[in-house]
Structures are given as C-alpha cells and as structure tokens.
C-alpha cells in the first residue's frame, strides 16, 4: 500500500517528464466544517464593519487542506502515486456548515524514458 505522502497532486491532466502507466478511478475528500457559536458571533459583528471574516477564512482554509488530505489517502489506499486534474468545490449547508470537497483521478505514473 503507498504512504498519501508520496502522492503527487496537480491540477494539470499530465505531469511533464511522466506518463500514466495506470488509471485507477476518481478520488475525493470530502470535510464538512462549522464555527461554533463564539466564531459566528465574533465574524457577524466582523460582517457589519466589512472586510475579510478572518475566522471564516482560516476555518475554510483548514478544510481545504483537509480534504486534500482524504484525497490523497483514498489515492494511495488504490495505490496510486499521483493524482491528476485536482478539483476543488464547495457549498453552503444550512447557514452554518461549508461543505469542501477535494476530487481528482488517480493514477499510477513513472518517468518518460522516451
């Protein structure tokens, strides 16, 4: 079985010098995320001045990696070594919860000896 570390993900449907010896299917990562009351209250009164919510933002961008994270172990646990066409997504459940989904094709590369 691969280590999720040694995957390689990009947004590209190649990597230059590789070639996919393998396709192995999608993968995805999938992280749902809510503030709790004292981030919601303290980003509504942010709201009202304007501006960037910081704890939102660091509450997204925490998911993001996240879900980056599940892709990459579902790709190594099909024991790929790469995934291509790295997508992200995301959506509002409720007025509370952000749902952030990683997603991509996994595949097993190796150099280009032509």
């Known amino acids: 079985m691969s280590d999720a570390t040694n995957v390689m993900a990009v947004t590209t449907p190649s990597i230059p010098g590789m ?14 995320r809510s503030r709790g009351l004292g981030g919601n209250v303290v ?23 996240h879900a980056l994270e599940r892709m990459m172990a579902n790709a190594a646990e099909l024991g790929a070594n790469a ?27 190796s150099t280009d000896t032509q």
Do not use: C, H, N, P
């Open 19 to 32: 070639r996919v010896e393998r396709t192995l299917g999608t993968v995805w990562g999938l992280v749902v």
């Open 43 to 65: 980003a509504s009164l942010r709201s009202l001045a304007g501006g960037e919510i910081k704890e939102y933002t660091e509450m997204l961008d925490q998911a993001r990696q």
């Open 83 to 109: 995934v291509l066409s790295l997508r992200f997504d995301s959506s509002e459940l409720g007025q509370t919860m952000s749902e952030i989904v990683a997603y991509g094709t996994a595949v097993r590369v």
